[in-house]
């Protein structure tokens, strides 16, 4: 049986780190308030000049996951992109990566699922590699949020919360009978709340696409109904975990990690205290980068294979909930 396999992972945060208490230069704020609502201490932001995107913090994310992986870049069957911040309107950051990491005419393909890109990614990746379309997949996660951002205190309940960085995953066909790998997966989506996180514009829908108008509204920054958010997470989140357990023939005593995305640490402690684990099995890294959407799980899968805390024969389980609404969870298997 042909099991897709994580070959190696890599993160890459940009150096300027903003703290709580560099926020309260730009808006009415405070370490505390910042702290007590979200649990972030300080994120990564690319330098203040710009001229830093999406594709630049995947390319030495991946960097980083192919020398791990002792794969050469000609190796990539297909390159898999999951950004909510592309580098330009269009084409795709996955273009853009392609090109930087030397390659003629390897596939990119972009994927939009913001929170949950982690999940469609993989799942979409393993799909590939089961049916022999691929072999060797580099997924990659990454975002710049800062450059789009409210920073101000109109903007101050969603401009703190997130960061930059991106992760990169090597992921491998493997033909083996051991349970190992991408065990299950759920992927869910419910349109009816895509206004619960929002960015507006610019938007094909309006003409033209950005107005003087929406510019001074703040139409082009993202908004969030943090409340209802929230009480989706911790509705979906258990529910979604229970499901892919199910898939995979596993009870929630077999998982040795949960790697939930770093959204917001009430969010994490909740599903926490939902699924009546134990604090040692929950990993949180959010107090030190904010919300990266889509880099948020690999940064950390990345960070909890450097620790240590995974190791071989591992069990862990992933799940997100984010904008779309889009939820998910995912089951992976360490090797021996």
Request: charged share 25%; net charge negative.
């Amino acid at each position: 049986m042909k099991r897709t396999i994580i070959k190696s992972t890599g993160r890459y945060l940009p150096p300027r780190v903003v703290t709580n208490q560099d926020l309260t230069q730009w808006m009415e704020t405070s370490e505390e308030w910042i702290r007590q609502r979200t649990g972030i201490e300080q994120r990564h932001w690319v330098p203040e000049e710009g001229g830093v995107g999406a594709a630049d913090l995947g390319l030495e994310a991946s960097k980083i996951a192919l020398d791990r992986a002792g794969w050469k870049p000609e190796d990539i069957d297909l390159i898999i992109f999951a950004t909510l911040s592309p580098d330009i309107f269009f084409p795709g950051s996955g273009c853009l990566l392609q090109h930087k990491l030397g390659l003629e005419t390897t596939p990119a393909l972009d994927i939009r699922q913001q929170c949950t890109g982690f999940f469609y990614g993989l799942s979409t990746a393993d799909a590939y590699i089961k049916s022999g379309y691929a072999n060797k997949i580099l997924f990659v996660g990454s975002e710049v949020h800062s450059t789009g951002l409210d920073v101000s205190t109109r903007g101050r309940d969603v401009t703190v919360i997130f960061g930059d960085g991106a992760g990169a995953i090597c992921m491998e066909g493997m033909e083996t009978d051991k349970p190992v790998g991408i065990m299950a997966a759920s992927l869910h989506c419910q349109g009816k709340h895509a206004d619960a996180l929002i960015t507006e514009g610019p938007a094909s829908r309006q003409n033209p696409r950005l107005t003087h108008e929406m510019l001074d509204e703040g139409r082009h920054y993202p908004k969030m109904d943090g409340r209802s958010v929230y009480k989706l997470a911790l509705t979906r989140l258990p529910e979604v975990t229970y499901t892919t357990l199910e898939k995979a023939g596993l009870q929630i005593e077999d998982i040795d990690l949960f790697i939930p995305h770093q959204a917001n640490m009430r969010i994490n402690q909740g599903y926490q205290k939902a699924l009546k684990v134990s604090e040692e099995k929950m990993y949180h890294n959010i107090q030190r980068y904010g919300n990266t959407t889509a880099g948020s799980i690999p940064i950390a899968l990345d960070e909890a294979l450097e620790k240590k805390i995974i190791g071989p024969s591992s069990t862990v389980l992933f799940a997100g909930l984010g904008a779309g609404v889009t939820w998910g969870a995912l089951i992976y298997k360490f090797q021996d």
